[in-house]
Nanobody, 119 residues
Framework: QVQLVESGGGSVQAGGSLRLSCAGS????????MAWFRRAPGKEREFVSS????????YGTNAMKGRFTISKDNAKNTVYLQMNSLKPEDTAVYYC????????????WGQGTQVTVSS
């Protein structure tokens, strides 16, 4: 059983920073990639960023690429999302996900962590 646990969410003012963490565990936990998604109120889930086991990184938009940084610590089975220059439109529940092989769906999901950015 794979378990993903996010942490690090909270409330900040616009321009502030937050660092999200996602710790993976489980006997079969050996992901090909881990990713961050977010869901804002009244909107569909949005891809934020992913990082593969080899370190390849993708960001959802150029705006995210300029303000967010994904990284991982293999020894801790943890992926991070450093978010800088936060804007009110970044307000959402952020979810961590993992997939087992390239080209497959992200099948394991965390419970989500709330990020609220006030103007």
């Amino acid at each position: 059983q794979v378990q993903l646990v996010e942490s690090g969410g909270g409330s900040v003012q616009a321009g502030g920073s937050l660092r999200l963490s996602c710790a993976g565990s489980g006997r079969t936990f050996s992901p090909d990639a881990m990713a961050w998604f977010r869901r804002a109120p009244g909107k569909e889930r949005e891809f934020v960023s992913s990082i593969t086991s080899s370190g390849s990184i993708v960001y959802g938009t150029n705006a995210m690429k300029g303000r967010f940084t994904i990284s991982k610590d293999n020894a801790k089975n943890t992926v991070y999302l450093q978010m800088n220059s936060l804007k009110p439109e970044d307000t959402a529940v952020y979810y961590c996900a993992s997939r087992r092989a390239p080209g497959t769906a992200y099948e394991y999901w965390g419970q989500g962590t709330q990020v609220t950015v006030s103007s």
